[in-house]
């Protein structure tokens, strides 16, 4: 592995756990610690004697901040280091441009007050489109770091492609839907599982609480159709990487299930509801990579080789040096 490519997991990395503290902020209800001023912190660069919410609040800020940096450099160094009409400059460009509508999402829950105690309609669509941009974060940044030094063409197959667009849209929708889940967790929690899916079934409770009853049900069909995903596209037929990531989605998918299971019978505890947010992180990436593979054509491509020639020369001073 290149150190572009290393640098590429490591961005990624980093934003998956910029993800897992944004459902901290979430959770503990710090989303308001700093107040309704963005990029400030209650109208200041350092708050002075800040609370516990401030310092979530902050945090959270601080490493989307950090994330950000990285992904402008990651970008940066695939578009001077690879070659024109590589997959990863192409990849790297889509990161950049959606940390910034991403942050763009997160100022404007800041700045509009859909934050703390707001349950209104406008914070659950802001909610759901804010995960669903988080997760064309994570395949742009995915897609980055494997195609760094594979520079792979995708073939044309319009069968493959459906399964796998079914698969991503359906995903797209259940992560949407659980962030709507557990914003209304986590402002209407429930004393019991039986108190908790009466209120998701009385007309009378509030929106959030009756959109809930949507997550699981989506969650089960979608696991169902990802179990049998790599049969669809025939991935046992197109040689390891395919099937060993094949079977990694079947796996993650059943885990998934299991504790999403748990997170739903104890109530959604706050730990439980981060490994759920990244158990749902790992199966998105796991998707777009296996669709990657699964798409990849094995006839190497004129950028591959070209990319491959530039490195090959770059090392012969190195190597002549030493």
Not at 170 to 192: E, K, M, N, Q, W
Request: hydrophobic share 60%.
């Amino acid at each position: 592995m290149s150190r572009l490519a290393r640098f590429a997991v490591w961005t990624l990395g980093c934003n998956l756990l910029v993800i897992l503290w944004g459902a901290v902020v979430r959770a503990t209800g710090s989303g308001a610690g700093c107040g309704s001023h963005w990029p400030l912190c209650n109208g200041v660069v350092v708050p002075q004697a800040p609370t516990t919410a401030t310092l979530v609040e902050l945090t959270h800020r601080l490493t989307s901040g950090l994330a950000l940096v990285m992904v402008v450099v990651l970008a940066v160094a695939c578009w001077r280091t690879l070659p024109r009409g590589h997959a990863a400059r192409r990849a790297s460009l889509a990161a950049l441009v959606l940390i910034v509508v991403e942050a763009a999402i997160g100022a404007g829950l800041v700045l509009l007050h859909l934050v703390g105690s707001n349950a209104s309609v406008a914070r659950a669509a802001y909610m759901g489109l804010h995960l669903a941009v988080t997760f064309l974060l994570l395949a742009s940044l995915a897609l980055t770091a494997w195609w760094v030094d594979t520079a792979s063409r995708l073939r044309g197959d319009r069968r493959v492609a459906t399964f796998l667009a079914i698969a991503g849209a359906g995903l797209l929708l259940v992560a949407a839907t659980g962030a709507i889940a557990a914003l209304g967790d986590t402002l209407f929690p429930a004393g019991s599982l039986a108190a908790g899916v009466q209120q998701d079934l009385s007309p009378a409770s509030h929106f959030l609480l009756r959109l809930r009853v949507l997550h699981p049900l989506l969650a089960v069909g979608v696991a169902a159709y990802l179990l049998f995903l790599p049969q669809l596209v025939r991935a046992p037929r197109m040689g390891r990487t395919p099937r060993k990531l094949g079977s990694a989605v079947s796996l993650l998918a059943l885990v998934q299930l299991a504790v999403g299971a748990a997170n739903l019978g104890l109530l959604a505890p706050v730990a439980l509801q981060l490994l759920h947010l990244l158990l749902a992180d790992l199966l998105w990436i796991g998707v777009v990579l296996f669709g990657a593979a699964a798409l990849a054509d094995p006839r190497p491509s004129l950028v591959a080789t070209a990319a491959s020639r530039e490195l090959a020369e770059r090392r012969r001073p190195a190597r002549a040096a030493g």
